[in-house]
């Protein structure tokens, strides 16, 4: 190989060059690598006549229920501390990441952030509030927030449930699980229900947070649990579903799997429960539907693509979505499934259903789409 | 050519932290620690290799110099000389790229491995559903506990950063010496990578999480054991001098000393004996 050294010093220049990108790159968390830049997941937030829309861009849309037009400005949703400069890939002057839902409480709405902050915000005067729901640590807040009233439920990366009082943003009582707290908690007379990445779901007494019972699955658990007929069903990282006796936490049932369909992936979405049916939908691709009382499979569908966003139902029809992008209809009477659109773009965010309109959030292209749940057809969407 | 990159490089080694992780008492930076050596081992015939070749490269400097004066006002002539004097030596000039091409996509992976086990963001969580094996070890491991020495490696840590930094400086400061002979120019350019390199680590483990400050420390701390191995303390030879003359350490004599520290003037200093 006989180049002139001229040549051999522009290779070299050219390597160490190219070494240099790729560590800013590394370091920059953008190498080959989109989707550790945040893009949230939030749910829209359903009021009488408008939705909230939390964007990736850390902004709180207000968007008509009937067309999709913007009824109001919109908030930002942060300190003024977000990341900027090179490293900041793109986030820089955008507010936190939000990847819960909004809560909803007269005029008074409440945002959990990535930043670990909890806002909230009049809807008619825009007027905030904001407090670090963990001082010390300040930890991320993936799960959204469940409310009470006044009090306000929130999970938190530091691995506690706090309950703030909304007005006075104030703590009421805090529970410490031994992981992070990622999914959002389920409350259900009186009890709060909350799941931990510490393998655990707990029974807490909603009005001041001492612990009932504590069952241990054998993985994390992501999914909220679900709660019905004094039934606590759970999906977890163990490709396992539990079925407990809400009273005392004991095992009713459990599901890891048929002959006609196991489990291959983590439970990641939160299941829903239609009639007599558990539909819980799986990160390999497979919507398992299970009969409440004895956890037998009775139907399974498979997808070539992951199931990451949470189910919603209306009346026996369940309607959820691939990440690939593809809404769906399963008719839990007969058993058939529909496709009723296909968006070309990630689906991680759960659905909401507000009378004959699905609100799909999607993340690639971040946009809000109403869906008319009869026939997939788009009434309206906003673009992000 | 992303499920390429992922099939083939990136589940691999991410799966195989996540079961060393769980093998090694669920503790996130042993395994990090062994992965790192583990990959360091196998790449050691491409190290070598380009170790070699810079080392050659080092020892026909005072050569190269020679043919730049005489040559001074015939580039062409220089070229062809500098060539004939390449060829003679059995080297190419462009020998320790190749190694290094290969090594930075392995490089890049584990880094990658590393931001996707330690679910920095819910993101990158979610997407490692789809990276790992449908093995009962992984999914017991899921997700790792990031905790290591009281520290949460899944967040930057002022301290692993300054010891990025200087563990950074130090192989840089090693290997000066054993590269740039006596070009004036190459050693001005040298100094300023001494500095600028571990700065720039620094700059970034101040922002990334510190399980990858953990991997580069360990990365530097191996490369500096192999560099000692193979040509001795190099440009860390005066300190070492100094730091043994404070210890009152009795000097022994080597066989040999290493070949760039030798040329840069450090008489009397101290290493194994280069291989041939």
């Not at chain 1, 163990?238 to 291959?264: C, M, Q, Y």
């Not at chain 2, 700065?199 to 990365?219: C, D, E, H, K, R």
Request: with cysteine; aromatic share 10%.
């Amino acid at each position: 190989m006989n180049l002139p050294m001229k040549k051999i010093r522009k290779i070299q220049i050219a390597a160490a060059s190219l070494l240099l990108v790729v560590v800013l790159m590394i370091g920059a968390g953008c190498s080959c690598n989109a989707q550790v830049t945040q893009a949230g997941w939030a749910p829209v937030a359903v009021g009488e006549d408008s939705v909230y829309l939390a964007t990736a861009e850390g902004t709180l849309v207000t968007l008509s229920k009937i067309n999709g037009n913007k009824t109001a400005e919109d908030i930002k949703v942060n300190t003024g501390n977000t990341a900027a400069g090179i490293l900041s890939c793109g986030m820089a002057g955008r507010g936190t990441v939000v990847y819960g839902t909004p809560y909803i409480n007269g005029d008074l709405i409440s945002v959990a952030g990535y930043d670990g902050m909890v806002y909230t915000y009049s809807i008619t005067t825009h007027l905030s509030n904001s407090v670090q729901l963990d001082e010390d640590k300040g930890m991320s807040i993936i799960g959204g927030i469940v409310g009470d009233g006044d009090i306000l439920y929130i999970p938190c990366s530091d691995g506690c449930v706090y309950a703030l009082n909304s007005l006075s943003l104030t703590r009421e009582w805090s529970f410490e699980t031994g992981d992070k707290v990622w999914a959002t908690p389920v409350l259900d007379n009186g009890t709060l229900y909350v799941a931990s990445f510490d393998s655990k779901v707990y029974a807490l007494d909603a009005s001041d947070g001492t612990m009932k019972w504590s069952y241990a699955t054998n993985g994390p658990i992501m999914a909220s649990p679900v709660v019905k007929d004094g039934v606590v069903y759970v999906c977890s990282f163990d490709r396992t579903i539990h079925a407990l006796n809400a009273s005392d936490g004991s095992l009713k049932w459990n599901f890891t799997g048929s002959s006609e369909a196991v489990p291959r992936k983590w439970f990641w979405a939160t299941p829903i429960i239609v009639s007599d049916y558990l539909c819980a939908p799986n990160m390999d691709g497979t919507m398992f539907v299970l009969k409440v009382e004895t956890g037998e499979l009775a139907y399974s569908f498979e997808y070539d693509a992951q199931l990451s966003s949470s189910p919603v139902a209306v009346g026996d029809i369940v309607y959820y979505a691939t990440e690939a992008g593809v809404l769906w209809s399963l008719d839990l009477t007969t058993g058939a499934t529909v496709q009723l659109h296909d968006f070309e773009q990630t689906i991680d965010s759960g659905l909401v259903v507000d009378g004959d309109v699905i609100f799909v959030h999607t993340q690639t292209k971040e946009a809000l789409y109403a869906v008319n749940r009869a026939n997939g057809l788009v009434s309206w969407y906003y673009e992000v | 050519m992303g499920n390429i990159w992922n099939i083939v490089i990136l589940r691999p080694i991410t799966n195989f932290l996540i079961v060393l992780s769980d093998v090694l008492f669920g503790n996130f930076g042993l395994a990090v620690i062994a992965l790192t050596i583990i990959i360091n081992l196998i790449l050691l015939p491409l190290t070598i290799k380009q170790m070699k070749t810079t080392k050659k490269t080092a020892e026909l400097q005072p050569k190269l110099q020679a043919l730049q004066k005489k040559y001074a006002n015939d580039q062409q002539a220089l070229a062809q000389a500098q060539m004939q004097l390449y060829k003679e030596s059995g080297i190419s000039p462009t020998g320790c790229l190749l190694p290094m091409f290969i090594q930075m996509p392995v490089w890049v992976a584990l880094y990658q491995a590393i931001m996707r086990v330690m679910a920095v963001y819910p993101e990158s969580f979610l997407n490692l559903s789809s990276m790992v094996y449908s093995w009962d070890i992984i999914f017991k491991a899921l997700p790792l506990k990031t905790t290591f020495l009281g520290m949460n490696m899944s967040t930057s840590n002022f301290i692993m950063a300054i010891l990025v930094g200087l563990s950074m400086y130090l192989q840089t400061k090693m290997t000066t010496n054993t590269s740039a002979g006596n070009n004036p120019q190459m050693q001005q350019q040298q100094q300023m990578m001494q500095v600028m390199m571990p700065a720039m680590f620094v700059f970034l483990a101040m922002t990334l999480p510190s399980g990858l400050s953990l991997y580069w420390i360990v990365n530097a701390v191996i490369r500096m054991v192999m560099q000692y191995f193979y040509t001795g303390w190099g440009g860390l030879q005066p300190w070492v001098d100094k730091i043994a003359g404070i210890l009152h350490i009795k000097k022994k004599d080597t066989p040999q000393t290493p070949v760039s520290s030798k040329k840069s003037g450090n008489k009397g200093s101290k290493g194994p004996i280069s291989k041939k």
